[in-house]
């Protein structure tokens, strides 16, 4: 069992940042973030594996940043000129297998954190 704890969300105007971070109680290869807008479908927003290659929505290239620390059980997510569609509930996620986790059948998920971008 690997826990994953969320912190960071919040509410931002347009045009703000926020960072979100992620703790993982132990390593896995893949971690990455996902979101839920209300009545939507959950997609995938960004990803990193343990050798640092990453992948993005297209929506979110250029505004948003994924890092992981040295331990690489910590990740982060700096997101900067949010706009309101970045809304929704950011779920991080862990799994052995990256492409598993950007399917969006990561084994491990966090319960999840606000945020919300007003125009």
């Known amino acids: 069992q690997v826990d994953l704890v969320e912190s960071g969300g919040g509410s931002v105007q347009a045009g703000g940042s926020l960072t979100l971070s992620c703790v993982a109680s132990k390593f896995l290869y893949g971690m990455g973030w996902f979101r839920q807008a209300p009545g939507e479908e959950r997609e995938g927003v960004a990803a990193m594996d343990s050798r640092d290659t990453t992948v993005y929505a297209d929506s979110v290239k250029g505004r948003f940043t994924i890092s992981r620390d040295s331990s690489k059980t910590t990740l982060a997510l700096q997101m900067n000129n949010l706009r309101p569609n970045d809304t929704g509930m950011y779920y991080c996620?862990?799994?052995?297998?990256?492409?598993?986790?950007?399917?969006?059948?990561?084994?491990?998920w966090g319960r999840g954190i606000q945020v919300t971008v007003s125009s």
């Open positions: 996620v862990a799994d052995r297998f990256f492409s598993a986790l950007w399917a969006g059948k990561g084994d491990y």
